[in-house]
């Protein structure tokens, strides 16, 4: 080895950026890595670390790979330990912070660290920004202001787009934060926004990707400063008048020809899309939110009147030109698609800006809407080459968030449901596409997913109701039988939209239910069989129990299959179809319930195991949890059924608290609770140590969960909860850990809970041995600050039940407990806490136990506690009766009254004029609530 990396790793260490860099060198390579880190994590403490690591960071004469380790090494700490923090526990090491002289060198230096950077480096700085910002600014360091303005007033444009990544950063920190809050913010930008509007206006004309780049910079500050709350002292009506300028013109510019030569899927990524989609983006967010009257808060009322007159026909424009660019065949990216016909969504609800679109809206939803919403050529690529991520995409409910088809979608409906004409002209214009003899499938596919859209709106037109029956028989029967894969799939999921249809002929019911099964059972394309299953769930949701019959003959195969597709595509919709077949079907699928679990587990432990298990896969685990707890719900009432089902649902919880899969831990906690109902059996049992042992590792923050499974073990066979010490102990440390930690209020309610249970269920089976420390534990916490009267009377319920099990047992116990602070007897200070808080104690049960507790006291005349308080005695217990007068009448009235099937009404008056508005009452009502709240 070197000699320097000797000296590294000996008990000397010089601290220059020589050495360390040497050190950190050795974190890259695998046979010095242990050695390095274990070195590092000796000297990360010595005052002046920090600035040298910064230092290595922004060096040139360090090769690239060790600045990469030093910056994430310097975004670990500052994220970790920037903050001076308290022991975890009274009497332990105070945890490590940087020191404040080496904060203050970092601070000095780290906005040119951001500028000198390259871009890999450059984004973990950033994070670094970011926290500092968090904790220091602005009273440690209002001098990142002045820095920023510094390199921004400079006319050499090197030092804008590092010094802009400051600035977001600050800027971001306020993003979510109320008007009252934002203070600093405001008097920084006072100063730097007419700088960041000189930078932009002077770079618009400038298409190179540097001042692309400081544009799309300027756009997401701007967006973040603006897209919660509109500081319009800082934002004049001038001043916003000039951004929106600015958002116009980038809007509706051309990005360069150069850019069609870089492949149609990477495109989106160019800085020149990016910084089109981020004025998109503010501009639609900033009409949604501030420019729409009737949905805005009332300090936005008359701004929202002035934004409308003043921007809606040049804004318009641009979107406009955008979309006919596409209707052109001249390429536009996916989001900034998406943003424009998000706009133009918002501009129906306004007369103002109806007017000016409503001439062009059928041609919009001809030319824009329906190539959108039809199949496209790289669905058919997707389907053909992996019809599994076909799958995936189409039902990906994070997909939505950004598809273009999923905005053209939402406009099509809001056209139909919200201006008169609209639905008709389209439905004619749709009904012509569909029986035109040369419509390809791909147009027939487009125009019966629009149709399908606007399901729950023709549904409650009589002119288009009558007519459903007859639609489905001639337009979409016939496609099942299609030889086209797509249309075969859309002609499912158009019966699944239209499954609320009122069929007059029951044959025609019979052959929807025929069909899809059909698909689901024998179709060879996998996306037709996910279609067809989730219109058989829906059709049965819709159609009751007159609809069992149709499948029951077939049920056994349709369950096989499900599970098989579940497996094969591991869709989380799939899950609600099998919990909808078990529920319907329970009689029928009782002796294959524990093959169909046996399925379930073994298709979630695959789904465990796969590699990219990111959201989506989770949502499926989480959806194959409840369908067995679902199983495991319909089978409660046979044992023999739900004893079978147990050892299989147990693979699933071990695999889950074995491997500390934490975001499952509720399912588990609650198929245990599922399978500690109505007995509870030796693996059970078993089952609760695991469960300890989880909640000592990592259930501290999920003890509320287990609470429902713990108190099955204490109730449902309180002889075997009592036969082993161990259970009993393990209840009261759960408990001890929640009462004398910090979980906050809710879960320490759970745990005091859990004594009280354990007290009443266990009277008359001897357990004066645990009395005394259940006792003093509530009373210790009752010392300490209580924000809630939730835990007070829960805490004071325990000591009720202590009472309730043996009064001259407790009176011991309280003699003998010394609690700073409550001198001359804890008893007294109990009865006089009890008393005060009868009001307190709201429900059935913790009232009856209260009046239980009081005719106790009643029945201690000689104690001088009790006397004080007598006269006091019989009003509380009278509060209390009156209290389970009301707490009775409530849980006796039914409250079910069932609505009414008001099917077409309303419909019509839903219609807006073209000099109407939508007025969002509710909505607004809501808005300001919520902010009052705030």
Not at 389 to 414: C, G, N
Not at 506 to 535: C, G, M, Y
Request: charged content about 25%.
């Amino acid at each position: 080895l070197d000699s320097l990396l000797q000296e590294c790793f000996g008990r000397y260490f010089r601290m220059d950026v020589k050495s360390l860099s040497e050190l950190l060198k050795g974190t890259i390579d695998p046979t010095l890595r242990n050695e390095a880190e274990k070195k590092l994590a000796e000297v990360h403490k010595i005052i002046g670390f920090g600035p040298i690591l910064l230092q290595v960071v922004m060096s040139n004469e360090v090769e690239l790979p060790v600045r990469q380790a030093a910056v994430i090494y310097l975004k670990n700490m500052v994220s970790g330990s920037w903050v001076d923090r308290e022991p975890d526990t009274p009497g332990a090491p105070v945890p490590f912070s940087v020191h404040e002289q080496d904060r203050a060198l970092i601070r000095d230096n780290v906005v040119d660290a951001v500028v000198l950077a390259p871009d890999i480096i450059r984004i973990q700085l950033a994070v670094c920004v970011s926290q500092i910002v968090k904790h220091d600014f602005p009273g440690r360091w209002p001098q990142i202001v002045d820095k920023i303005t510094i390199y921004l007033q400079n006319p050499d444009p090197a030092g804008w787009l590092g010094s802009l990544l400051c600035l977001y950063q600050l800027v971001k920190n306020y993003e979510y934060k109320k008007s009252e809050e934002r203070g600093p913010l405001r008097e920084a930008m006072n100063l730097l926004l007419p700088q960041l509007y000189g930078i932009i206006t002077q770079l618009m004309p400038d298409e190179s990707q540097q001042a692309v780049s400081v544009q799309k910079q300027i756009l997401k500050i701007y967006f973040a400063l603006t897209q919660y709350v509109l500081p319009l002292d800082l934002i004049t009506k001038e001043v916003f008048s000039q951004w929106m300028e600015v958002l116009r013109v980038i809007a509706e510019s051309d990005v360069p020809a150069h850019t069609l030569q870089v492949d149609e899927e990477e495109r989106p990524q160019l800085i020149w899309w990016k910084r089109k989609k981020w004025a998109l983006h503010t501009l639609t967010r900033l009409f949604e939110r501030y420019g729409s009257p009737g949905s805005v808060t009332k300090e936005y009322k008359e701004f929202s009147e002035w934004y409308l007159k003043t921007f809606s026909g040049g804004i318009l424009a641009s979107m406009l030109k955008n979309l006919d660019q596409f209707r052109q065949k001249v390429y536009v990216s996916p989001r900034v698609m998406q943003q424009a016909l998000n706009y133009i969504n918002t501009s129906i609800s306004h007369a103002h800006s109806w007017k000016l679109i409503k001439p062009h809206m059928l041609q919009i939803i001809q030319d824009i809407v329906f190539p959108l919403m039809s199949y496209s050529e790289s669905d058919a690529e997707l389907w053909d080459t992996d019809p599994y991520e076909y799958i995936r995409i189409k039902f990906d409910i994070f997909e939505d968030f950004v598809s273009p088809v999923t905005a053209a979608q939402t406009l099509l409906h809001s056209a139909c449901k919200k201006r008169k004409e609209m639905l008709q002209k389209t439905m004619n214009l749709l009904l012509s596409i569909i029986q035109t003899a040369g419509t390809t499938p791909s147009q027939k596919d487009g125009a019966l997913h629009m149709i399908g859209t606007m399901a729950d709106i023709l549904l409650k037109k009589p002119v288009y109701k009558e007519q459903m029956e007859k639609f489905l028989v001639e337009i979409c029967f016939p496609e099942f039988n299609s030889p086209h894969g797509h249309l075969r799939a859309r002609a499912c999921w158009v019966l699944h939209y239209f499954s609320d249809v009122k069929y007059k002929n029951e044959q025609v019911l019979a052959e929807a239910f025929r069909l899809t099964v059909n698909s689901l059972l024998h179709d060879k394309e996998p996306p037709v069989k996910v279609e067809a299953a989730i219109a058989v769930q829906m059709m049965l949701s819709s159609k009751g129990e007159s609809a069992r019959k149709y499948l029951e003959p077939q049920i056994r195969e349709i369950t096989l299959e499900l599970l098989k597709i579940i497996r094969e595509t591991e869709n989380d919709d799939l899950t609600s179809v099998m919990q909808k077949i078990v529920c319907t079907y329970t009689e029928q699928l009782v002796p294959v319930a524990v093959d169909i679990c046996q399925h379930l587990v073994g298709t979630f432990a695959q789904v465990l195991e796969s590699a990219d298990a990111g959201d989506e896969k989770a949502i499926t685990a989480m959806g194959l949890l409840n369908t067995m707890e679902t199983i495991l719900a319909v089978m409660e009432d046979r044992p023999e059924v739900h004893g079978a089902l147990e050892p299989v649902i147990l693979q699933a919880i071990h695999h889950i608290f074995t491997n500390s899969i934490m975001e499952f831990y509720e399912e588990a906690m609650s198929l245990s609770c599922d399978l500690t109902t109505k007995h509870i059996s030796q693996d059970m049992w078993k089952m609760l140590e695991v469960m300890y042992t989880v909640f000592q590792r990592d259930g501290f923050d999920y003890f509320s969960d287990m609470m429902p499974a713990l108190h099955n073990y204490i109730t449902v066979d309180t002889k075997a909860f009592l036969s082993s010490p161990d259970y009993m102990m393990a209840m009261y440390n759960m408990s001890k850990a929640m009462l004398e930690g910090d979980p906050g209020e809710d879960p320490e309610c759970h745990a005091a809970k859990l004594l009280e249970v354990i007290i009443l269920q266990c009277k008359g089976m001897n357990i004066d041995q645990v009395i005394p420390i259940f006792v003093e534990l509530v009373l210790k916490r009752l010392t300490r600050e209580v924000k809630t009267s939730e835990l007070r009377t829960m805490c004071i319920q325990v000591i009720i039940a202590a009472l309730f099990y043996n009064p001259a047992l407790l009176l011991d116990t309280l003699e003998k407990i010394q609690i700073p602070g409550m001198p001359g007897g804890v008893f007294g200070h109990f009865v006089q806490q009890w008393i005060h808080d009868t009001d307190c104690f709201i429900g059935l049960h913790d009232r009856k136990l209260c009046v239980l507790g009081l005719v106790h006291l009643m029945q201690m005349p000689d104690n001088q506690s009790v006397t004080g308080h007598a006269q006091q005695l019989v009003p509380s217990a009278l509060l209390l009766f009156d209290g389970l007068k009301r707490a009775y009448a409530a849980r006796n009235d039914d409250e079910s009254s069932e609505e009414g099937d008001s099917d077409e009404e309303g419909i019509d008056s839903e219609l807006l004029d073209s000099d109407e508005d939508e007025i969002d009452d509710e909505g607004q009502a809501y808005l300001e609530s919520l902010q009052e709240k705030v």
